[in-house]
C-alpha cells in the first residue's frame, strides 16, 4: 500500500517542497504539492490523498487552521513545525494531527513517520469494516458472518438484513426501510420472516433474542459488543 499511496504536501518553502516531491517519488508515493492553503483546498477538490503533510506556519491561513477544517474527512496528517513552535505542536496534535515532525529534518525520518501512519490509517479502515456481536463478526465488506473460525452461511436477503442493522448497530431500523432494502419487491412480513432465521443462526435463544432485538413500533436493532462498532 506505501509504494501506491497518495501524498499531499503543503508549504510554503519552495526549495523544502521540491526537495519533498522529489524525494517521495523516488521512494515510490505520488505526491501532490500546494504553496499554501488555498492552493490545497483546490487539490483537495480535484484529488482523493491517503494523507497530507501540512507546514503549520504558512502565509494566510496556518496548517494548523487547515487541518481543523479537515475534521471529519478522516485523512491522516502529520504536521511540520520550526523548533520554537512547541505550543504549535499540542495544539495541532489536539486538533487531530497524527503526528510532528520538526524542521530540519531527514527525509528518511519522514519517509519513516509517513509508512507508520499509513499502517496505522489502513489498520484503521479494515477494523472499520467489521463488527462484532457475541462470539459474531460481520464482515461489511465480503459480506461475511462467522463466529470464531466457523463460517455461517447467509441468504442475499439476510445479508442485506445483517448489513443494514449492522450500519446502524445500536439504533432501530424500520421494517419499512429493511424491506425496500432486500432484493425484489419484499413486503414487511418478509423481513419477519428474514429476522426468524436470522436469530437462528445468531441466538441462543430464538425466544430471547440478546444481539438481534425487536424495538416496539420503531423496527429492529442489532446490539454490537462495547468498544467494536463501527
Keep these: 500500500m506505501d509504494a501506491k499511496a497518495h501524498i499531499l504536501i503543503v508549504d510554503d518553502d519552495d526549495r523544502l517542497r521540491t526537495l519533498l516531491k522529489k524525494f517521495l517519488r523516488e521512494q515510490g508515493f505520488m505526491v501532490t504539492a500546494a504553496s499554501d492553503a488555498a492552493e490545497a483546498r483546490r487539490k483537495l477538490a480535484w484529488f482523493a490523498f491517503d494523507m497530507a503533510v501540512f507546514d503549520v506556519m504558512m502565509p494566510g491561513e496556518t496548517g494548523i487552521a487547515l487541518l481543523a477544517s479537515l475534521n471529519g474527512t478522516h485523512m491522516p496528517v502529520l504536521m511540520l513545525s520550526a523548533m520554537g513552535e512547541g505550543g504549535d505542536r499540542i495544539t495541532g496534535l489536539e486538533t487531530g494531527a497524527e503526528d510532528y515532525l520538526v524542521k530540519p529534518f531527514e527525509p528518511k525520518e519522514l519517509v519513516l513517520r509517513i509508512k507508520t501512519i ?62 425496500k432494502a432486500m432484493p425484489g419487491a419484499a413486503n414487511e412480513r418478509a423481513v419477519d420472516v ?26 429492529y436493532v442489532l446490539y454490537a459488543n462495547a468498544g467494536n462498532r463501527s
Design 194 to 219: 428474514q429476522i426468524t432465521r436470522l436469530r437462528k443462526k445468531i441466538e441462543e435463544s430464538e425466544g430471547k433474542p440478546v444481539y438481534l432485538q425487536t424495538v416496539r413500533g420503531a423496527g
Design 118 to 179: 499509513l499502517r496505522r490509517s489502513q489498520t484503521q479502515k479494515e477494523n472499520a469494516k467489521m463488527i462484532s456481536f457475541g462470539d459474531y463478526r460481520f464482515d461489511f465488506v465480503n459480506n461475511q458472518l462467522k463466529c470464531g473460525e466457523e463460517h455461517i452461511a447467509l441468504t442475499s436477503s439476510e445479508v442485506t438484513i445483517l448489513k443494514l442493522l449492522a450500519e446502524h448497530a445500536g439504533n432501530p431500523v424500520s421494517r419499512e426501510a429493511l424491506s
